[in-house]
């Protein structure tokens, strides 16, 4: 009796593995068949786009980027290369969101911002049950096309942003904040991304300092603000800020 229990359980457990790299597997390849959906919405972006790159000698990063003792996370000393900050901006006029609104609706499910076709971010399914939104303390994964999956976990939660962690085996070792904030003079609402990274890999800071991997991510991330304004019914006025500050290292 107990041996078929054994049996059973063992069959079970085979089933479930194989759903979920069967899943996995899913996911990756409508990734990559999405790659050039990305290049052609990306080629039709009518969004003007304004980049401004600096080099520094060092890149000031957030004074509470590292928790000492948790041997999960991904630090920017356990990084390679070059130090980078890069902050994604826009401004929008009529939004029907204000600022916590907003915030609230990417957090709610960042999915219907991100571009779905190189990217989207999985939740575990307690998360989904437990709460609206992601919490301070919940850990995802983001997966990107191609070997980049990047586990993440939120650290930080208020009524305007949310700030996400990298953990071991991300590609990158750093935080990355999403933001609003109401209030500008011209009545517009504002909405950013700022990063504070260093490459995860060697491999992948050899393409990120030759332009390749950032090219890619701020296509990610340009195509997210592209969508936040759509979902948020709002014009966006003055195009898209990408700021890139680099340091000497």
């Known amino acids: 009796m107990s041996t078929d229990r054994n049996r059973r359980s063992e069959q079970v457990g ?8 069967a899943a996995t597997l899913g996911s990756e390849l409508t990734l990559v068949a999405g790659t050039p959906l990305a290049v052609w919405r990306h080629l039709r972006r009518s969004t003007p786009v304004h980049r401004y790159e600096f080099r520094t000698p060092k890149v000031q990063l957030p004074p509470h980027a590292n928790e000492p003792g948790d041997d999960a996370v991904q630090v920017p000393d356990d ?7 890069r ?6 006029r009529g939004s029907r969101l204000g ?24 939740r575990n399914q307690e998360s989904l049950e437990q709460a609206d939104g992601l919490q301070e303390g919940e850990e995802l ?33 750093g935080q990355i904040e999403f933001r609003a904030r109401d209030g500008e003079e011209d009545g517009c609402l504002v ?10 890999t060697k491999l992948f800071g050899a393409l990120y300092d030759r332009g390749i991997g950032r090219r890619a ?20 006025v003055g195009g898209i800020h990408v700021e890139t500050e680099r340091s000497f290292e």
């Open 14 to 21: 085979l089933r479930e593995r194989a759903e979920r790299a």
């Open 79 to 85: 990084g390679v290369g070059s130090s980078y900050r």
């Open 87 to 92: 902050r994604y901006h826009l401004r929008l």
């Open 99 to 122: 600022a916590r609104e907003l915030v609230d609706m990417v957090a709610g499910d960042p999915n219907l911002v991100c571009p779905t076709e190189v990217a989207n971010f999985e």
């Open 141 to 173: 994964l983001v997966r990107v096309a191609g070997p980049w999956n990047g586990p993440v976990r939120v650290v930080e939660r208020t009524p305007t942003s949310f700030r996400l962690q990298t953990l071991k085996g991300h590609m990158e070792a």
């Open 191 to 200: 909405f950013e991304i700022e990063s504070h990274a260093r490459s995860g």
């Open 217 to 236: 991510q701020e296509h990610m991330w340009i195509s997210f603000l592209d969508q936040v304004a759509r979902q948020a019914g709002a014009e966006v």
